[in-house]
Each structure stands twice: as C-alpha cells, then as structure tokens.
C-alpha cells in the first residue's frame, strides 16, 4: 500500500561523504535494507565464527551494525548521489506496511566464481520481505529509478566469504527477527563501514 503524499527531506549531516577521510577504497553503494536486532545481530557474529570453523575456515566476524539483508540495491549510475538519495528517500515515504517476521532456517552458499557468500538463508517463505521489495520497486520505478532489470530476490544475510562452495546445512534453531523498520544504507565499500540515511517505521 501506499500513502498519497510525498515528503520533503533536509539531508543535513547523513552520511553522504566523509569529510577528512580518504574515498573508500572500492566506491560507494546505496540500498534499502532490513536491519537485525542487536541480539540478531550478536547471535549472527557467533554463527558466523561457529560455521567457519565447521568448514575448516577461520572467518571472523563482521562488525554487528553491519549484518543486514538488502531489500533493494539502488542503481545511481545516471544521476548526482544527492538526487538520487532525496529520491530515494520521497520513494520509501509513500510505503506503507505492517511490520513482520524474517526467517532464515539454513546456511548455504552464494554466488560464483572465487566468491562466494556463505549466507543465512530460507528456501521458501519471507513472503512479507518479498512484498516489501515489490512495493518498494513500484515506488522507485515512480521516482525514476530503473527497477526493470532487477535480478530475482533471495533473501538472504551474508555471514562471510569464501573461495568455495559450502555445503547448504539446516540450523538446529531458525533466526528470526521482526521487522519493524525499513533503512536506507550507505555503504562505504572496502572499508567495513555503512551509513544509516534514513529509517521508516513499519505499522
């Protein structure tokens, strides 16, 4: 569903750049993205230690602010960042949503090549994130936004990487959180550091 009016945002002081600091070392990407509980976010650190060491890997953990499953990656390729994040932001203001349930029941392997992500994951279900995203892209391709070359959506939350595939194993206990807010997240890439634009609270 969707609220008829558009709102208007002062940027201020997000973080959009880092004044007195070098660029980040592989680029910036900006994305809406469902955040974990810090409780999520800390039992996430200990799976992601726990599962290395399963594989014969010595992964460490990510920082806990930075675990996240993206709900939709924005393409800014052909407009200024500050555009396209008021764009972004006038988009997300129109969605509106209860909040619900992510599940992920699963550990398994992403992507190709040399790689990989290893990942929280569930075969079937999320069906709340999914219409998120679906609302989330008709508000986007509204603002402007390029949403017709969308790859299909997994949801997923990224533990580490890894240079092989890693067999899918079911948890003992699903992970599970309730969704209550929407982010916008810019992160900056090759330094392990991600700003918080903007959060919309879900009904």
């Not at 750049?17 to 409780?39: D, I, M, N, V």
């Not at 989330?136 to 890894?162: K, N, R, S, V, W």
């Amino acid at each position: 569903m969707h609220h008829s009016d558009q709102m208007s945002f002062d940027l201020g002081e997000t973080p959009i750049k880092r004044r007195g600091r070098k660029p980040p070392k592989h680029g910036q990407a900006l994305y809406f993205a469902a955040l974990p509980t810090s409780e999520i976010a800390k039992l996430t650190a200990e799976m992601t230690r726990d599962q290395s060491r399963r594989n014969g890997l010595r992964r460490e953990p990510r920082q806990q602010d930075l675990y996240h499953t993206t709900i939709y990656p924005l393409d800014i390729a052909h407009r200024a960042r500050e555009e396209a994040i008021v764009a972004a932001m006038d988009a997300a203001s129109t969605i509106y949503m209860s909040s619900f349930e992510l599940v992920y029941d699963c550990v398994a392997t992403f992507g190709g090549r040399d790689n990989h992500q290893y990942v929280l994951w569930r075969r079937r279900g999320n069906e709340g994130l999914k219409m998120l995203r679906r609302e989330l892209c008709i508000a986007l391709q509204c603002a402007g936004f390029d949403t017709e070359a969308a790859e299909p959506f997994e949801p997923h939350m990224t533990l580490f990487y890894c240079g092989r595939v890693l067999p899918e194993t079911m948890l003992g206990q699903p992970v599970r959180w309730p969704v209550r807010s929407l982010m916008l997240v810019n992160s900056f890439q090759g330094d392990g550091e991600h700003g918080h634009i903007w959060e919309w609270p879900l009904s």
